[in-house]
């Protein structure tokens, strides 16, 4: 009988603080969002389209480079994507136009395209079989680092102007030296990996049509978290703001509070699937949200964001055991289907905030909040999706 693998947590540490960095400064730009919006004179109908822009550039690329990486793993490719992400930094920070803050964001998105699919392929190799922990260790950093962004941001760039964003380059930086390191490690471990998948057991197949409808249902699924997700990232500020007369930086703390509950729900996530199965955890935290989402529009202050915080923890439980569910659905191509799940998130939750930002537009910011209260509905199809518990070992 072979050893068991163990778990690279150095790994799994580096790569999640690298997604806190790289999440950190994906959310610096929703959190800028009512400061550009004053600067240049938006309307949100542009705010949309500025968040589009950027998730649609990650959703177009990532599916292509994490085919093109199933087939040539690329260990150093991450810390080229946080160069991308650099390069976003300074033209936002001095971007003198609409069109010139189109183009830095669009070098966000392409940050972010390079670095997804193979850090999530990176924590799958570090995992030693718990898959379920590691995606939500690995994600977890990025949502905390997307909880960070806006209060950063609060005290950092709204005090001291566009310019300032600049200063976030630190911490790209830092996170470019980091995988530089974490890609030594991935291109000592590649030979491990292909003989691992020698000797690994065929995993068990289900019908090839059966495995296009769970998946259909899982993008599904996706879908309606990322839209109702976007709802809060984009126009959450704007909301307590108009509905509530909050301050600017009173509302980019309660978005903290939002994305930090976020985090802790998707550590809860992949824990709990790895100990009772994907298909619960998913059928729980989407459905499980309808009842929080359909009384927000109707509460009051406190209550707005107590009831946030439910959404965050609750629905963020998803993702992780949504794309281990992908992953063990179509065994052997991690880099493809972790580049079109985080890309087709980032694409939804693109034309989402692009669409809601019409909505607002046109019926006001509490009407992007009642429409999206039946988003979590959606959360019923996950009971068309097969059981694929895994037997335990001895």
Known sequence: MSAPVRTAFKILCAISLCHFINDLLQFVMPAVYPILKETYKLDFGQIGFIALTNQLTACLVQPVIGWYTDRHPKPYSLAVGMASTLVGLFLLSRAPTYVAILVAVAFFGLGSAVFH????????MASG??????????????????AVGPLLTAFI???YGQRSIAWFSALALT???????????????LATLAKARETAPAPPKLPSLRVRFALLVLF??????YVYMSSLSTYYTFYLISKFHASVRMSQ???????????????????????????????????????????????????????????GVVMSSAFSAILVFAQELVPGRVGVISGLFFGFAFGVAGVGSAAL???ADRSGIDAVYQICSYLPAIGLLAAFLPNLKPKRAA
């Not at 699919?117 to 799958?124: H, L, N, Q, V």
């Not at 996170?175 to 471990?189: A, F, V």
């Not at 599904?220 to 978290?225: A, D, I, V, Y």
């Open 157 to 159: 760039v709204a005090p």
């Open 253 to 311: 703390i309660c978005l903290f509070i939002f994305l930090g509950a976020v985090a802790s729900g998707t550590m809860l996530g992949g824990v709990i699937g790895d100990r009772f199965g994907r298909k619960p955890v998913i059928w729980c935290s989407i459905l499980g949200s309808l009842p929080f989402s359909l009384a927000l529009p109707y509460a009051n202050l406190p209550w707005t964001i107590a009831l946030t915080v439910a959404v």
């Open 220 to 225: 599904t699924l996706t879908f309606s978290k």
């Open 175 to 189: 996170g470019i030296s980091l995988l530089t390191w974490t890609g030594g490690w991935y291109k000592r471990h």
């Open 357 to 359: 930002g019409q909505v």
């Open 117 to 124: 699919p193979e850090a999530s392929r990176m924590a799958r």
């Open 129 to 146: 079989g718990r898959h379920g922990m590691a995606q939500s260790f690995f994600q977890v950093g990025g949502n905390a680092g997307a």
